[in-house]
């Protein structure tokens, strides 16, 4: 019996054994047999049972790269997968620097112009001069093949201490000159200007939260410290946000010691929290915080802490409702995952993420064109919060979540001057080719100002409205006398501001453009009248369904409001 029973317990693991065998054999021999396994397998076993089976050869790899796009569009809205590709320039536009020959280049029509020369880069040690035109890129011709002016960018960009050989028509040359030039590093500036307003106001364009705004910003707040500046405008309108550690540490320069700042909670990450440290050197300044619906992630944790603290004025529209946190997740073919992990809340505790559903980014993708329908770039009481997602600043200010930051003073988008032939000539390009094409013509005259104030008194002299509407005739836009006469005002402040930034830069650039600016008037007026801060300001509670906001009415938008009310009994 005990031998019996031995001989059993053999044969059975013989049978185990030869029966694991026979099944590794038939897994690698013979994958038509393989059972299809619900769970992290069955995409991997799918794939190996087509390319083993299918009745066509197919590519396996685009096939895995289709699956895996498919599967992260089922997440949220911001969730993306980066394919191997594009990698290396998916975070370009945020690092401190880049490789390139350090130029700022434009499209005028299909021409490629050479607007101007960064200092120190190989474009300035070859030569290169503004309004050069680039008609060759290495052995490619780029002129006359309407090719984007992103895949150009793409041509010039590269690695470091690479060569690129660029044929360059100067003037009315016949003959091109080639220039090779090395690649270096290109410093890439994420304040675009600072400046003062007047004797004791500085303003601050931040365009987006990259690694290096934080070093740029305390250098743009020391400059006008030193020029007399005690107030600031901080201008986060169409900044789409950037890295939420810069934010923070901008942020932390504005506010006392133990504030708290932002906190992330996701499902597999626990609560953490950023608080003020104490150490900022603008404290106590006069603080004014502009944002509308392109100001985004980074720009809401910056405006919606410097709101839950009462630490200053929010002016401008209700920002885009980004409040989910990302990082990025490498996979094992050097292909990235960039996947939601957390959401982030204000210090009232409210996450400023609009609605969304899983699996449909299209729909989100329309969220700003719904708001413009309904009439909320245009008027306040067209905003809908969510009462049951109201919170209370420091102060006891009601505020909400679950859909952006609504600012304290709202400013409707100014619809003053514009007309159907002001719309013709935007967006086909016209006016801003019109300035290319100015400056380039008249590039000694418009060099030789010391100043972007004098070149503006001269250009105040031209009749460049008139001009605008002959080189526009040229074009095919019919002239439309009434309506260039309503929209005048409007084309040559923007005529005068494209022209200047060819030879000033953002400095001349930006001083011009919001000359008559709403929002950076409303600014001005908030810091004059000592009404910057929520507590003292006298400013309405936005708990009254945000009837009670301050707004800004323009006698363009009269009419339109008509129309849009109209729009919106329609719209169900």
């Not at 305390?218 to 939420?244: C, H, W």
């Not at 919606?304 to 997740?329: E, F, H, M, P, W």
């Not at 001083?511 to 950076?520: G, H, N, R, Y």
Request: overall charge neutral; hydrophobic content about 35%.
């Amino acid at each position: 019996m005990n031998r019996r029973f031995i001989w059993v317990i053999l044969l059975i693991i013989i049978s185990l054994i030869l029966g694991f065998h026979v099944g590794r054999y038939y897994r690698i021999m013979r994958p038509q047999y393989k059972i299809l396994r619900l769970g992290q397998n069955k995409i991997n076993e799918t794939l190996d049972v087509i390319s083993q089976n299918y009745v066509d050869a197919v590519d396996i790899n685009h096939l895995s790269e289709s699956a895996v796009k498919k599967i992260v569009s089922e997440l949220d809205p911001h969730s993306s997968y980066i394919p191997v590709s594009d990698t290396e320039s998916a975070y370009e536009d945020l690092e401190a620097s880049f490789s390139g020959i350090g130029i700022r280049l434009d499209m005028q029509f299909d021409t490629i112009l050479v607007i101007s020369v960064i200092s120190g880069g190989s474009a300035e040690k070859a030569g290169l001069m503004p309004f050069d035109r680039i008609i060759m890129v290495d052995d490619s011709t780029v002129a006359g093949r309407n090719i984007g002016k992103t895949k150009i960018i793409r041509m010039l960009r590269g690695p470091k201490n690479s060569k690129v050989r660029l044929g360059i028509q100067r003037g009315n040359a016949d003959e091109l000159t080639e220039f090779e030039l090395t690649r270096g590093d290109i410093p890439n500036y994420s304040i675009d200007v600072s400046y003062k307003v007047n004797d004791d106001i500085g303003y601050i364009k931040i365009s987006k939260f990259s690694r290096s705004t934080y070093r740029e910003f305390l250098t743009a707040i020391a400059k006008l410290k030193q020029e007399g500046v005690e107030s600031f405008i901080i201008d986060l309108r169409n900044n789409p946000g950037g890295y939420m550690e810069t934010a923070i540490n901008i942020i932390n320069e504005f506010l006392p010691k133990g504030r708290l700042i932002v906190y992330m909670e996701g499902r597999a990450y626990p609560r953490a929290e950023s608080y003020s440290n104490g150490k900022g050197a603008c404290q106590d300044v006069p603080l004014v915080v502009l944002i509308d619906e392109l100001s985004g992630s980074a720009s809401e944790i910056f405006s919606g802490a410097i709101q839950d603290n009462d630490r200053g004025t929010i002016i401008g529209r209700r920002s885009y409702g980004k409040g989910l946190v990302q990082t990025k997740l490498d996979l094992s073919d050097k292909s990235e995952l960039l996947l939601t992990i957390a959401r982030y809340y204000t210090p009232s505790g409210r996450c400023i993420q609009k609605e969304y559903e899983l699996g449909k980014s299209e729909e989100y993708s329309h969220d700003l064109d719904n708001r413009y329908m309904h009439g909320e770039f245009y008027f306040a009481d067209s905003i809908k919060m969510n009462d049951s997602l109201e919170f209370k600043t420091s102060g006891g200010r009601t505020v909400y979540g679950g859909g952006g930051i609504m600012p304290d003073i709202f400013i409707p988008s100014d619809t003053t001057g514009i007309t159907s032939y002001y719309s013709s000539i935007i967006n086909t390009g016209i006016l801003y080719h019109f300035s290319l094409n100015y400056s380039d013509k008249n590039y000694d005259k418009l060099n030789s100002f010391g100043n972007y104030k004098e070149l503006y008194d001269y250009l105040k002299q031209q009749s460049l409205v008139d001009e605008l509407a002959d080189f526009a005739a040229s074009k095919g836009i019919k002239k439309r006398p009434t309506l260039i006469a309503l929209s005048k005002d409007l084309m040559e402040t923007q005529v005068l501001a494209f022209i200047i930034r060819n030879f000033f830069d953002h400095e001349g650039f930006y001083p011009i453009l919001l000359k008559d600016d709403p929002a950076m008037n409303k600014a001005i007026g908030v810091i004059n009248e000592g009404k910057w801060k929520p507590e003292i300001s006298g400013l309405s509670d936005t708990s009254q369904k945000n009837e009670s906001l301050y707004s800004v009415e323009f006698p363009g938008n009269i009419l339109r409001k008509n129309f849009m009310q109209k729009v919106c009994r329609n719209d169900k």
